[in-house]
């Protein structure tokens, strides 16, 4: 039974979040159990370069974000666990898209168009400040996803554009070549997936400084719950689930029957307090032990590190490698060694070349004509007043009315009568079958 590939690539960027836990990591996880899915999960860190060139930080988030998936249940034996780094063939398919890339498709890239719209509100160069990079992160996209043919690749709605981009990128490679070479991969969204509050209320992300860390230690996780902005209902009065932080946070843990509680606990008129207790519970109970693993593997990152390099071998060997000859046979970087040479020109008998008559025009101003049989001159005419004069002789020996033509001719060094009679033949009899050379 063929299975459907799902590709996932994870942003190495930060520290993992609640948000990045509930809206990401869980929901992939659970998808990968299918039996009939095969799952692919990259570290994006050559995307991560776009915008952060601190090498510690690139290095430290890249272990932490691996770290994560794996405390979180991500079996590198049942799926595949990768980085991008460590798959060259990414980076050179990414050029042969490149060369079908249209750039006029790239300018409306939402990332690109919202730089260039930023520095025209400022009054700067429509390109100040964007580098090559930023503008050709989709082609780097559709490079990790096609490299593998992946049918499917879960994306936030901001990301829709950049999978029609990887559409047409990998149609137009298609056409010019002549072959289904790519799939064309499908945006899968999941409109369930949960977007959780963050301490002031507003979404949870990094740009705000608003998150919980999701291994945070247990102390300093219900130190941050604890200061989840509220409103000042007092204990005792009823208080609405809708537009709570609070409750939102708890019900993406908890499930439905802890959810109905909990909000009848809100209409019978839970104290804050309790209420961010009861939260601080919930989210520990289904974190501890992922913390637990996770504090673990980031005591050991040479386990990680050879974890991440032994998926990449392996896909490499298995999958990228046999694509990316597949590929360069494709548009013709190919072994020289298995050209089909011609014979030179010069090394072929001079007898199996027809000979061929040249006219052309001399410092003198007269039109001459000469019967040529490959590099050997046969005859070389007198001088015509007239381009006219010189092409009736050759048309009359053309057909076969040689008469009194051999007049206007002398004979090339070395070149004997009969050579000259048996080439002349040859060529009328060519001329007569449609094969003759040109003059």
């Not at 063939?89 to 730089?115: F, Q």
Request: with cysteine.
């Amino acid at each position: 039974m063929s299975k459907t590939r799902i590709l996932t690539g994870i942003t190495t960027s930060g520290t993992p979040h609640l948000g990045n836990y509930v809206g990401a990591i869980r929901p992939a996880l659970a998808s990968a159990r299918a039996a009939d899915v095969e799952s692919f999960y990259f570290l994006a860190d050559l995307h991560s370069l776009i915008k952060a060139q601190d090498p510690a930080k690139t290095q430290r988030s890249t272990l932490e974000i691996a770290a994560s998936w794996l405390a979180c249940g991500l079996d590198p034996d049942k799926v595949w666990f990768y980085r991008q780094s460590d798959i060259p063939e990414i980076t050179e398919l990414t050029w042969l898209l490149t060369c079908v890339a249209g750039k006029g498709i790239l300018n409306r890239a939402h990332a690109y168009k919202a730089a260039v719209d930023k520095n025209r509100a400022e009054g700067e160069d429509d390109d100040a400040g964007i580098t090559a990079g930023l503008f050709m992160y989709p082609v780097l996209m559709a490079a990790d996803i096609m490299i593998f043919n992946a049918h499917k690749v879960p994306v936030g709605r901001d990301q829709i554009q950049h999978i029609e981009m990887a559409r047409d990128f990998g149609q137009r490679f298609n056409h010019v070549y002549g072959q289904d070479y790519f799939v064309l991969p499908e945006a899968v969204i999941d409109e369930q997936v949960a977007t959780l509050p963050g301490l002031d209320g507003r979404k949870m992300s990094k740009s705000y400084d608003n998150t919980i860390p999701l291994f945070a230690p247990r102390d300093a996780l219900k130190k941050l719950i604890a200061g989840i902005l509220t409103d000042s209902r007092a204990p005792g009065e009823p208080k609405d689930t809708e537009g709570s932080a609070v409750f939102q946070l708890y019900q993406a843990f908890a499930s439905r029957e802890e959810t109905r509680a909990f909000a009848q606990a809100y209409a019978d008129g839970i104290g804050w307090g309790d209420a961010k207790q009861a939260l601080f519970e919930r989210i520990d109970a289904e974190v501890a032990p992922l913390r637990e693993r996770y504090e673990a593997l980031m005591a050991k990152p040479a386990e990680i590190e050879a974890i991440l390099r032994d998926g990449a071998a392996r896909l490499r060997a298995t999958r990228a490698t046999p694509m990316l000859a597949r590929l360069r046979e494709a548009v013709g970087l190919r072994d020289l060694s298995r050209v089909v040479v011609d014979a030179p020109k010069a090394a072929r008998k001079e007898a199996d070349v027809l000979p061929v008559f040249k006219q052309y025009r001399e410092a003198d101003g007269k039109f001459y004509f000469k019967l040529v049989q490959g590099e050997r001159v046969l005859l070389q005419s007198v001088g015509f007043a007239s381009p006219r004069d010189a092409g009736q002789r050759v048309a009359a020996i053309k057909q076969g009315e040689v008469g009194d033509a051999a007049s206007d001719f002398r004979l090339g060094d070395g070149v004997t009568e009969d050579e000259v009679n048996a080439a002349l033949a040859a060529f009328v009899a060519a001329a007569l079958d449609g094969e003759g050379g040109k003059a």
